[in-house]
């Protein structure tokens, strides 16, 4: 073993750390100066060639000379900077390291290329465990600056999670203030997005801090944003499992019953879930479903949440006797007719789908009203007369709305420039195609 070997395997290990920490500052720092020199040379040239042949440019060159200089001082003042607050975060005290983790957020802000330099100097792993603190201006300090960390950057994301980041959520939500709620769920989201990287959904408290927030009196602003992280996350088939056993079926069905902003992305993250078989059976268990959902089909100022409350009912009506039957007793029939008729396009398709479904069960309960008689299903009895004039009687009604409704819209295309008498006759030619059958 030579000499300069030994030398090294003398040196302490935190003495180690810092000359590895100040060679790679010093890398850093020479490659800037380098390609300053490099853009200093190139705009010599350049001013060079540019007052041969143009004199009265001589103002213009003198102030974009200015500009560059003022340029390079500002880059070598972000180098002093981030040594300085990289050196503090490792081996300050606690309240130097709430300063350097302020200065890494304005700085990662500000330049993407020093994203990449901060986590090969092991700042990430240093905020992560800033986070599990419980002063409360350290701990948002730390948060914000991950998050200007993680914006755009698969790699630093991935760093924050093998760091355990999710492991050091707050068990208690009620115990955490609305602004770090908010940065936690700006974080989450973040990090949620993460397609290819495997999230330890069942070790972690992601899934019970997203709920906890969900179930508890947070901003609207903040609950999108643990709304976009579940979406995130349901977005992988194997986390419908510990998706479901955390409770966030039924959170989300009680969050899209109401008329808030909330509702479009709890359905949206719910039709994620229905297609496996664990999010399935829970829909079907929950005492909310399907009257929540059916409710939703009546929301005429919400389609797109028509749309994804249709395609929720689908699924759960497919190959299932029994959820078709309580949902015709829920009033299904009715709703998704007049879905059909004054639903958007996507939603009309998905109403007449579901109708053709409760038609071809309800022929078959009838059974064959001629021919050889051979076996007969049982269930269910004939329509009576009065039935069926209440529903004569509602199918003309809604057939008159869709009409209104159709006039309506070539009124508005036309700028009330029509005349009532082609209004009518337009109407009349239209109104075959209101009808799915």
């Given at each position: 073993?030579s000499h300069?070997?030994t030398?090294?395997m003398?040196?302490?290990?935190?003495?180690?750390?810092r000359?590895?920490?100040f060679?790679?500052?010093?890398?850093?720092i020479?490659?800037?100066s380098?390609r300053?020199?490099q853009?200093?040379?190139?705009h010599?040239h350049e001013?060079?060639?540019t007052?041969k042949n143009i004199?009265?440019?001589e103002?213009?060159?003198?102030?974009?000379?200015e500009?560059?200089?003022?340029?390079?001082?500002?880059e070598e003042d972000d180098?002093?900077?981030l040594q300085?607050s990289?050196?503090?975060?490792h081996?300050?005290s606690?309240?130097?390291?709430?300063?350097a983790a302020?200065e890494?957020e304005k700085?990662a802000?500000?330049d993407?290329k020093?994203?990449k330099?901060m986590?090969?100097l092991?700042?990430?792993?240093?905020?992560?465990?800033?986070v599990s603190?419980e002063?409360?201006?350290?701990r948002r300090?730390?948060?914000?600056a991950?998050?200007?960390l993680a914006?755009?950057?698969y790699t630093?994301k991935a760093i924050?999670?093998?760091?355990?980041?999710?492991?050091?959520?707050?068990k208690?939500?009620d115990?955490?203030d609305?602004?770090?709620?908010?940065?936690f769920?700006?974080?989450?989201?973040s990090l949620?997005?993460?397609?290819n990287t495997?999230?330890p959904l069942s070790s972690?408290e992601i899934?019970?801090?997203?709920?906890g927030i969900l179930?508890?009196?947070s901003?609207?602003?903040?609950?999108?944003?643990c709304?976009?992280?579940?979406?995130?996350l349901?977005a992988?088939?194997?986390?419908a499992?510990?998706m479901?056993?955390?409770?966030?079926?039924h959170?989300?069905?009680?969050?899209?019953?109401?008329?808030?902003r909330l509702?479009?992305?709890?359905?949206a993250t719910?039709g994620?879930l229905v297609?496996?078989?664990t999010?399935k059976?829970a829909m079907?268990?929950?005492?909310?479903?399907p009257e929540?959902?059916?409710e939703?089909?009546?929301?005429?100022?919400?389609?797109?949440c028509?749309?994804l409350?249709?395609?929720?009912?689908?699924?759960l009506?497919?190959?299932?006797s029994?959820?078709r039957?309580k949902?015709?007793?829920?009033?299904i029939?009715?709703?998704?007719?007049?879905?059909?008729?004054?639903?958007s396009?996507?939603?009309q398709?998905?109403?007449?789908?579901?109708?053709?479904?409760f038609k071809?069960?309800r022929?078959?309960?009838?059974?064959?009203h001629?021919?050889p008689?051979t076996r007969?299903?049982?269930i269910?009895?004939?329509v009576s007369p009065?039935?069926?004039?209440?529903?004569k009687k509602m199918m003309?009604n809604?057939?008159?709305?869709?009409l209104?409704?159709n006039?309506?819209?070539?009124?508005r295309?036309?700028?009330?420039a029509?005349?009532?008498?082609?209004?009518k006759?337009?109407?009349?030619s239209?109104?075959?195609?209101?009808?799915?059958?």
């Open positions: 073993m300069s070997q030398q090294n003398s040196i302490p290990s935190s003495s180690y750390m000359l590895q920490f060679s790679r500052i010093r890398q850093f020479q490659s800037k380098a300053r020199r853009n200093e040379r190139n010599n001013k060079s060639r007052l004199n009265s440019q103002e213009k060159q003198v102030i974009i000379e500009k560059n200089h003022g340029q390079s001082d500002i180098c002093v900077l300085k990289v050196k503090r975060l081996f300050g606690w309240e130097e390291k709430e300063m302020k890494i700085l802000k500000e993407v020093i994203k330099l986590a090969e092991g700042v990430i792993q240093m905020l992560v465990s800033m603190t002063v409360i201006g350290r300090a730390a948060i914000k991950l998050i200007q914006n755009g950057t630093n924050m999670v093998e760091a355990g980041i999710l492991t050091k959520l707050p208690n939500v115990a955490v609305e602004s770090t709620r908010h940065e769920g700006e974080l989450l989201l949620s997005s993460l397609a495997h999230i972690s899934l019970p801090f997203l709920v179930e508890s009196g901003s609207v602003e903040t609950k999108e944003l709304i976009g992280a579940l979406y995130n349901s992988v088939l194997d986390n499992r510990p479901v056993s955390n409770g966030v079926v959170t989300l069905l009680k969050l899209c019953s109401m008329k808030e509702s479009e992305k709890s359905l719910l994620n297609v496996t078989s999010g059976k079907e268990d929950s005492p909310l479903v929540s959902l059916i939703i089909l009546t929301w005429e100022e919400k389609p797109k028509q749309e409350s249709a395609y929720i009912l689908m699924i009506a497919h190959q299932s029994e959820q039957d949902m015709a007793e829920s009033g029939v009715r709703v998704s007719l007049q879905l059909a008729l004054l639903g396009p996507l939603a398709k998905r109403a007449s789908k579901l109708l053709q479904w071809d069960e022929q078959a309960k009838m059974g064959p001629s021919g008689q007969r299903v049982s269910g009895s004939p009065r039935e069926a004039q209440e529903g003309k809604l057939v008159q709305q869709s209104h409704k006039l309506e819209m070539i009124t295309r036309a700028n009330a029509a005349d009532s008498s082609k209004l006759s337009l109407v009349i239209t109104s075959c195609k209101s009808l799915p059958y």
